[in-house]
T-cell receptor, first 111, second 114 residues
Framework: KQEVTQIPAALSVPEGENLVLNCSFT??????LQWFRQDPGKGLTSLLL?????REQTSGRLNASLDKSSGRSTLYIAASQPGDSATYLC??????????FGKGTSLLVTP | EAQVTQNPRYLITVTGKKLTVTCSQN?????MSWYRQDPGLGLRQIYY???????DKGDVPEGYKVSRKEKRNFPLILESPSPNQTSLYFC?????????????FGQGTRLTVV
């Protein structure tokens, strides 16, 4: 069964810093990997989707990379802002019918 | 606006009182699923549906039922809720070609069973 791990579990940074969130998975036979943002009391917002054949995807200040062979993905956030404070989840799609989620990284960006 | 809508957002109920959480999507997606999120355990799939009248168990189906009579709706039914079903529930949908497409999630339903 696919195991997805996110490190660190929590992260606090001052505003303006660039930061990297990590996601690792045990089974490299993936369809795609998706990064989500979860705000307290709200749903999951999709940030980026990387197909298994892709190496990276970018959206604004966010850049996600995928190294399937080593079972790793990173989410890079440039010039962090207090509004980026949230929990970030990565989810891996395999041949099964469930998305396999990590437990998330809780990010706090302080002014 | 493309969206997955869950209702209610918050629900407090008593043990044994049947309840239904509704989920509706307006994107004509074939695939829908339910997850629960618990501290320390992350999100786990409860049930999924590949299309109308096609449903199957996920990782944690005990105590839940689902139905898929229409493409847009996928209600989650708790026939006799228990306190261990207190959780945050999410409905999700995606097109049939899952391997190439992103999943869309609802806003969540926070259920408390006392």
């Amino acid at each position: 069964k696919q195991e997805v791990t996110q490190i660190p579990a929590a992260l606090s940074v001052p505003e303006g810093e660039n930061l990297v969130l990590n996601c690792s998975f045990t089974d490299s036979a993936i369809y795609n990997l998706q990064w989500f943002r979860q705000d307290p009391g709200k749903g999951l917002t999709s940030l980026l989707l990387i197909q298994s054949s892709q190496r990276e995807q970018t959206s604004g200040r966010l850049n996600a990379s995928l190294d399937k062979s080593s079972g790793r993905s990173t989410l890079y956030i440039a010039a962090s802002q207090p509004g980026d404070s949230a929990t970030y989840l990565c989810a891996v799609a395999n041949s099964g019918y469930a998305l396999n989620f990590g437990k998330g990284t809780s990010l706090l960006v302080t002014p | 606006e493309a969206q997955v809508t869950q209702n209610p957002r918050y629900l407090i109920t008593v043990t044994g009182k049947k309840l239904t959480v509704t989920c509706s999507q307006n994107m004509n997606h074939e695939y829908m699923s339910w997850y629960r999120q618990d501290p320390g355990l992350g999100l786990r799939q409860i049930y999924y549906s590949m299309n109308v009248e096609v449903t199957d168990k996920g990782d944690v189906p005990e105590g839940y039922k689902v139905s898929r009579k229409e493409k847009r709706n996928f209600p989650l039914i708790l026939e006799s809720p228990s306190p261990n079903q207190t959780s945050l529930y999410f409905c999700a949908s995606s097109p049939r070609q899952r391997r190439y497409t992103e999943a869309f999630f609802g806003q969540g339903t926070r259920l408390t069973v006392v």
